[in-house]
């Protein structure tokens, strides 16, 4: 059994250590990650998008579907990457189907998906991209590919009384181009695009 003699030394380290570990984990740390939220206020609170009144419209970060009530498409606007978070785009639920190749109720959707998209598009379901079919791992991708883009061009042309020239135009301003030149793929932002269509008239 311990004496208080050479119990003390080890109760005052713990002691020590403990208002350490209180001041850097309970007071500096969250005075940094606090200031560096200010720096970056858009990152800090959700890289919000706001419409040109001001009206929160949703996030660069986070997808969105682009229907009416009924989950019908709305075909004045491009559409997104199927979501598998929850009941789509659900934060608190991100994540893929984790659904392997051979489940059949993810070819099911596959294929469900395959011929939506080829008809709302009046394409050759060959044609339908692979990212119009399959939803990203977190559920929650904002971008889709330059391809599934272009394949929207004719129908939101259309529907809006628009060029194919001045559309793609805008296609070409929402396209972000791989990280640091190399790392990932092109993608175009969806609500930066629909947005831009709006303001266009």
């Known amino acids: 059994m311990s004496s208080p003699r050479t119990t003390w030394p080890h109760l005052r380290v713990a002691l020590r250590a403990l208002l350490v570990m209180t001041v850097i984990c309970g007071i ?11 720096i970056m ?11 040109a009144d001001g009206t929160v419209v949703g996030s660069s970060s986070i997808g969105q579907s682009f229907t009416d009530a009924d989950g019908t498409p709305l075909r004045q606007y491009f ?33 469900g998906r395959r011929a939506a998209v080829a008809e709302l598009e009046g ?5 339908v991209p692979v990212d119009a079919l399959t939803a990203s791992g977190s559920g929650l991708d904002p971008d889709i590919s330059p391809e599934y883009a272009a394949l ?3 129908r939101v042309a259309a529907e809006r009384g ?33 947005l ?4 266009l008239g």
């Open 162 to 194: 628009l060029s194919e020239d001045q559309v793609r135009a805008l296609v070409a301003d929402a396209t972000s181009g791989p990280d640091l030149g190399v790392l990932g793929q092109a993608s175009v932002n969806v609500l930066d695009l629909n």
């Open 79 to 111: 559409q997104s990457r199927p979501s598998a978070a929850g009941d789509g785009y659900d934060g608190a639920a991100s994540s893929g189907s984790n659904d392997g190749p051979e489940n059949e109720d993810l070819i099911a959707a596959i294929e």
């Open 123 to 127: 394409v050759d379901p060959d044609d």
């Open 28 to 38: 500096a740390y969250p005075l940094l990650v606090t200031g560096l939220g200010r």
């Open 196 to 199: 831009a269509l709006d303001r």
């Open 41 to 51: 206020p858009a990152r800090a609170d959700g890289s919000l998008v706001t419409d």
């Open 152 to 154: 929207q061009v004719p």
